[in-house]
């Protein structure tokens, strides 16, 4: 199994919904992302989990709050958003960098087909 | 932090033609990680070829090859034979030797003409 899943697809919410997008992968990668990406522009990474640890949070807004329940999983909980929050939310993984793995070829990091968030 | 430059926002090419995407970086580092993504309209990102800064043969996957110049810090995709499912935005993404951070590019939107 080499896929990402993410759903729901697309997820359409008013600025005082709470929603949640949900990510699991069976590939064995310990690391986890999420990324924000608007039409034409790359992704934007949100956060990194590492070993089910938040390792990176790239100053994102307290109304998008991560979540690595166990080692396939990842959630991101919605909550008060605003309209120019609607975007295409990727999920994806990775290996963890390891010393000694570092020319294995394990560093690629494999994307979910995305959720497409409208807030209203 | 690193920089990834994609100059060419849209590219198109011929069906069966070859196109060229440039790709440049900034980093003082040694050993890192290249790649090449394609994210097609439907958006699911996919891994297109990948190359290992210490090694010096250009990486090659079927019809996509690049041309990797170190020196330069270059990373240009070459696309053979062009098929129409190749119409996507191509994004060039960099990975330092230490850590799981990906840099990408700003994306060169590719069309392939029939």
């Known amino acids: 199994d080499t896929e990402v899943t993410q759903t729901p697809k697309h997820l359409v919410m008013g600025m005082t919904n709470k929603k949640s997008l949900k990510c699991e992968q069976h590939m064995g990668h310990r690391a986890m992302y999420w990324y924000k990406q608007k039409a034409k522009k790359p992704p934007e990474l949100m956060f990194v989990?590492?070993?089910?640890?938040?390792?990176i949070n790239e100053s994102v807004p307290s109304r998008f709050s991560p979540e690595c329940p166990n080692s396939s999983l990842l959630n991101l909980h919605l909550h008060a958003l605003q309209p120019e929050d609607s975007a295409l939310y990727l999920c994806?993984?990775?290996?963890?960098?390891?010393?000694?793995?570092?020319?294995?070829?394990?560093?690629?990091?494999?994307f979910g087909a995305g959720s497409r968030l409208t807030v209203l | 932090a690193q920089t990834v430059t994609q100059s060419q926002p849209e590219m198109s090419v011929q069906e069966a033609e070859t196109v060229t995407l440039s790709c440049t970086y900034d980093t003082s580092e040694s050993d890192y990680y290249l790649f090449w993504y394609k994210q097609p309209p439907s958006r699911q990102m996919i891994l297109v070829i990948r190359q290992e800064a210490y090694k010096q043969q250009n990486a090659t996957e079927n019809r996509f090859s690049v041309n990797f110049q170190k020196a330069a810090k270059s990373f240009s995709l070459k696309i053979s034979d062009s098929q129409l499912g190749d119409a996507a935005m191509y994004f060039c993404?960099?990975?330092?030797?230490?850590?799981?951070?990906?840099?990408f590019g700003t994306g060169t939107s590719l069309t392939v003409i029939p």
């Open positions: 994806a993984s990775s290996q963890v960098w390891d010393r000694g793995r570092r020319r294995s070829g394990a560093n690629v990091l494999t």
């Open positions: 989990y590492s070993y089910e640890k938040l390792s």
């Open positions: 993404a960099y990975r330092r030797d230490t850590g799981n951070q990906f840099y």
